[in-house]
């Protein structure tokens, strides 16, 4: 009997850059932005630019008749309307499971009945820090909070045949709406049996 290959067995401290130099360029609302010099494992230094972002959150929230609730608004670095999942920064002093049911309620004005951590992931980890949560939300009620002032949000909710449709045409483009929603899609699909 073959064995599998061992994969990844080095040693991972080489790969570990450390910070002799960093310097603020910028200090905002949502974002700062710093650059580090760093050691790289041979001794060489080496220039990182790194985005600040708060941690952050996403909710898949499904409701009885087991649609998603999607919601569209204007991105203005994208510059373009977006088709995404809603989502909102960790306020200080809130865990990710709080901020993401008030994220819900704020974009939405829908509360969740029950929800569970479906994962935890950096948006691009080779340059910005930010880190999302994503909750899968059930047993929607309906209760909202007052909104940010400067969002405007159009929500909908969409059948798993909407969804699909919008994958295929490319209509979503936001990478933390298209984990969401290849996850729900598939989170059947080990119970199924083989052959359907």
Known sequence: MSRAPEVWTDDLQKMVEECVESRRVYDGRVV???????????????????????PAVVVLAENDAKQILLIRQFRYPAGEVLIELPAGIVEDGEDFASAAVRELQEETGWKPGSMTKVAEFYTSPGFCGEFLALFYAEGLVEEKLPADDDEFIIPKFAS???????LEEGAVRDCKTL?????WLNKDCRKKPAGR
Do not use: P, Q, T
């Open 179 to 183: 984990l969401g929603l290849f996850w």
């Open 32 to 54: 700062n932005l710093r650059v580090d010099s760093v050691r790289l494992s041979g001794g060489r230094i080496a220039k990182r630019e790194v985005v600040e972002h708060r």
């Open 160 to 166: 798993a045949e909407e969804v699909e449709r919008l």
